[in-house]
């Protein structure tokens, strides 16, 4: 099946910092999702990203489908952004059947 | 607030009880799905619904057993689990297409999870 990698694991960032998460799957995908869970489990969409840039804010996310990574970039942090940012790809079918990365766990300090 | 809201929060079972996690999504979505978080594993899906339909089982164990009686509701009951069963157990719905049961790709949004301990 397709494999998801995220990277870093762990991130540790002073608060005003800007910061790039990256996720790479290993086959082609037609759907693209990236979620950020909070300290308390609730996991938040951020973005449904296939393909292209969007931005929300502070946050803003690139996917290149050709070469297989998405990235998420996270500017100005602040302490509630700290979490698990998650990203997961479906390969086809359109089932929404998710297959989640192990995830990037960061910590923003004041 | 995402649209979907679980319950119980929490809860505690022994391995001899039936209990039941609930899920109900004000979205107006036609799919939803059951997702299992176990502690150092990335999240797994266990079952999809679309419409009403159970469109996936992920070879889930029969201990548990899931129950979609509207699109805007889901259970999921669970009897005679083991310890390792102890997860979150989170709940989510999408917009979905009825096209030969397909769910399409469409933004998920999750609920806040239902923390489960199995003693």
């Known amino acids: 099946g397709i494999q998801v990698e995220q990277s870093p694991p762990d991130l540790i960032l002073q608060e005003g910092a800007n910061s790039t998460l990256r996720c790479n799957f290993s086959?082609?995908?037609?759907?693209l999702q990236w979620f950020h869970q909070n300290p308390w489990g609730q996991l938040i969409n951020l973005f449904y990203i296939p393909s292209g840039t969007k931005q929300n804010g502070r946050l803003s996310a690139t996917t290149v489908a050709t070469e297989r990574y998405s990235l998420l970039y996270i500017s100005s942090s602040q302490t509630t952004d700290s979490g698990v940012y998650f990203c997961?790809?479906?390969?086809?079918?359109?089932?929404?059947?998710?297959?989640f990365g192990a995830g990037t766990r960061l910590a923003v300090h004041p | 607030e995402t649209g979907v809201t679980q319950t119980p929060r929490h809860l505690v079972m022994g391995m001899t009880n039936k209990k039941s996690l609930k899920c109900e999504q004000h979205l107006g979505h036609n799919a939803m799905y059951w997702y299992k978080q176990s502690a150092k594993k990335p999240l797994e899906l266990m079952f999809v619904?679309?419409?009403?339909?159970?469109?996936e089982n992920n070879s889930v164990p029969s201990r548990f057993s899931p129950e979609c009686p509207n699109s805007s509701h889901l259970f999921l009951h669970l009897h005679t689990l083991q310890p390792e069963d102890s997860a979150l157990y989170l709940c989510?719905?999408?917009?979905?297409?009825?096209?030969?049961?397909?769910?399409?790709?469409?933004?998920?949004?999750f609920g806040e999870g239902s923390w489960l301990t199995v003693v």
């Open positions: 619904y679309n419409f009403k339909e159970q469109t």
């Open positions: 989510a719905s999408s917009q979905s297409n009825r096209d030969r049961g397909r769910v399409s790709g469409n933004t998920i949004y």
């Open positions: 086959d082609s995908v037609n759907n």
């Open positions: 997961a790809v479906e390969r086809g079918g359109g089932y929404n059947k998710l297959i």
